[in-house]
């Protein structure tokens, strides 16, 4: 690659080919600046996480590959392909889902109607059966409305509305926020099942422990800024590090 971030930022994942490619992404909220030089690479089937003390920018990173962001610079490249300057809905129909901290869902739809709401995008979706067959609380609150749900299984309304979609680079904010840790461990449990069928995850995560459990890779935010990254397997090298940079 030709961009010197690149050697700097980038440690070889799983082997998959960059699929997303992040450059000296900036953003604003009105006139006050929350990403200086984001840089940051994805490949093809990796679970990635976002680290980062609170205000770092993890979320805006997400809500700038989502189009999310009405002022944004620098370049976010979907195999090759610019997304600055794209709205969110085209966005989304190149295959790029989600999950916000609120969860995004519609509290005053039930479950079935919050399942079947969103467009589907490409081919490959989930059936409504294999959204089941991971969140099997689903099932049985098909026709529950959404403020009678728990903040688990608000969760997983939350995950499962975007993988009907089709889309195959999930990108999760802090999805165990709050939640019991039996409900963490099936959040676990189903990014691992997304990562065996080949979909591509940007997690941002305060629960480092949870998060080492799945990711190949890690970055971690400052500022505005992309201050270090490195491979789950380089993570016990580093733990004094990664307390310093998480405050933990
Ligand atoms: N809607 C907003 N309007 C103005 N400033 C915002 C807004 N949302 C976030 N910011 C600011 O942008 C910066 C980055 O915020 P961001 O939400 O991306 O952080 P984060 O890393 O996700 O933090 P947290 O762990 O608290 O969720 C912070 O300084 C924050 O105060
Ligand atoms: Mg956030």
Redesign the pocket.
Same mark, same amino acid.
Do not use: C
């Given at each position: 690659m030709h961009d010197v971030f690149a050697t700097q930022t980038t440690h070889a994942g799983a082997g998959g080919a960059a699929m997303l490619e992040i450059r000296n992404l900036e953003a604003w909220? $009105?006139e @006050?600046r929350?990403?200086r030089s984001i840089c940051l690479d994805v490949r093809d089937g990796e679970v990635v996480t976002l680290l980062?003390?609170?205000?770092? $920018?993890? @979320?805006?990173?997400l809500?700038s590959i989502m189009g999310m962001m009405r002022k944004r610079a620098g370049s976010i490249k979907l195999y090759g392909e610019e997304l600055i300057g794209c709205a969110s809905n085209a966005i989304a129909r190149k295959g790029i889902a989600f999950c916000p901290?609120n969860r995004g869902i519609f509290s005053s739809l039930t479950v079935a109607e919050n399942l079947t709401l969103p467009p589907i995008v490409r081919d490959g979706g989930m059936s409504e059966e294999e959204i089941f067959d991971l969140f099997p609380n689903l099932r049985e609150r098909l026709n529950t409305g959404g403020t009678k749900l728990s903040g688990g299984e608000q969760q997983m309304l939350a995950i499962g509305r975007i993988l009907r979609t089709g889309a195959r680079l999930i990108l999760l904010?802090?999805p165990t926020e709050g939640l019991a840790p039996a409900i963490v461990q099936q959040i676990g449990r189903v990014i691992r099942r997304l990562r065996e069928r080949g979909l591509t995850v940007i997690l941002?995560e305060?629960n480092f422990r949870f998060a080492e459990t799945l990711a190949d890779r890690h970055y971690v935010?400052e500022n505005?800024n992309v201050v270090d990254s490195m491979t789950n397997a380089e993570v016990p090298a580093n733990r004094d590090k990664l307390a310093a940079y998480l405050g933990v």
């Open positions: 909220y $009105g @006050s929350a990403l980062g003390r609170n205000g770092a $920018g993890k @979320s805006t990173t809500k901290e904010d802090e941002v305060q935010i505005g």
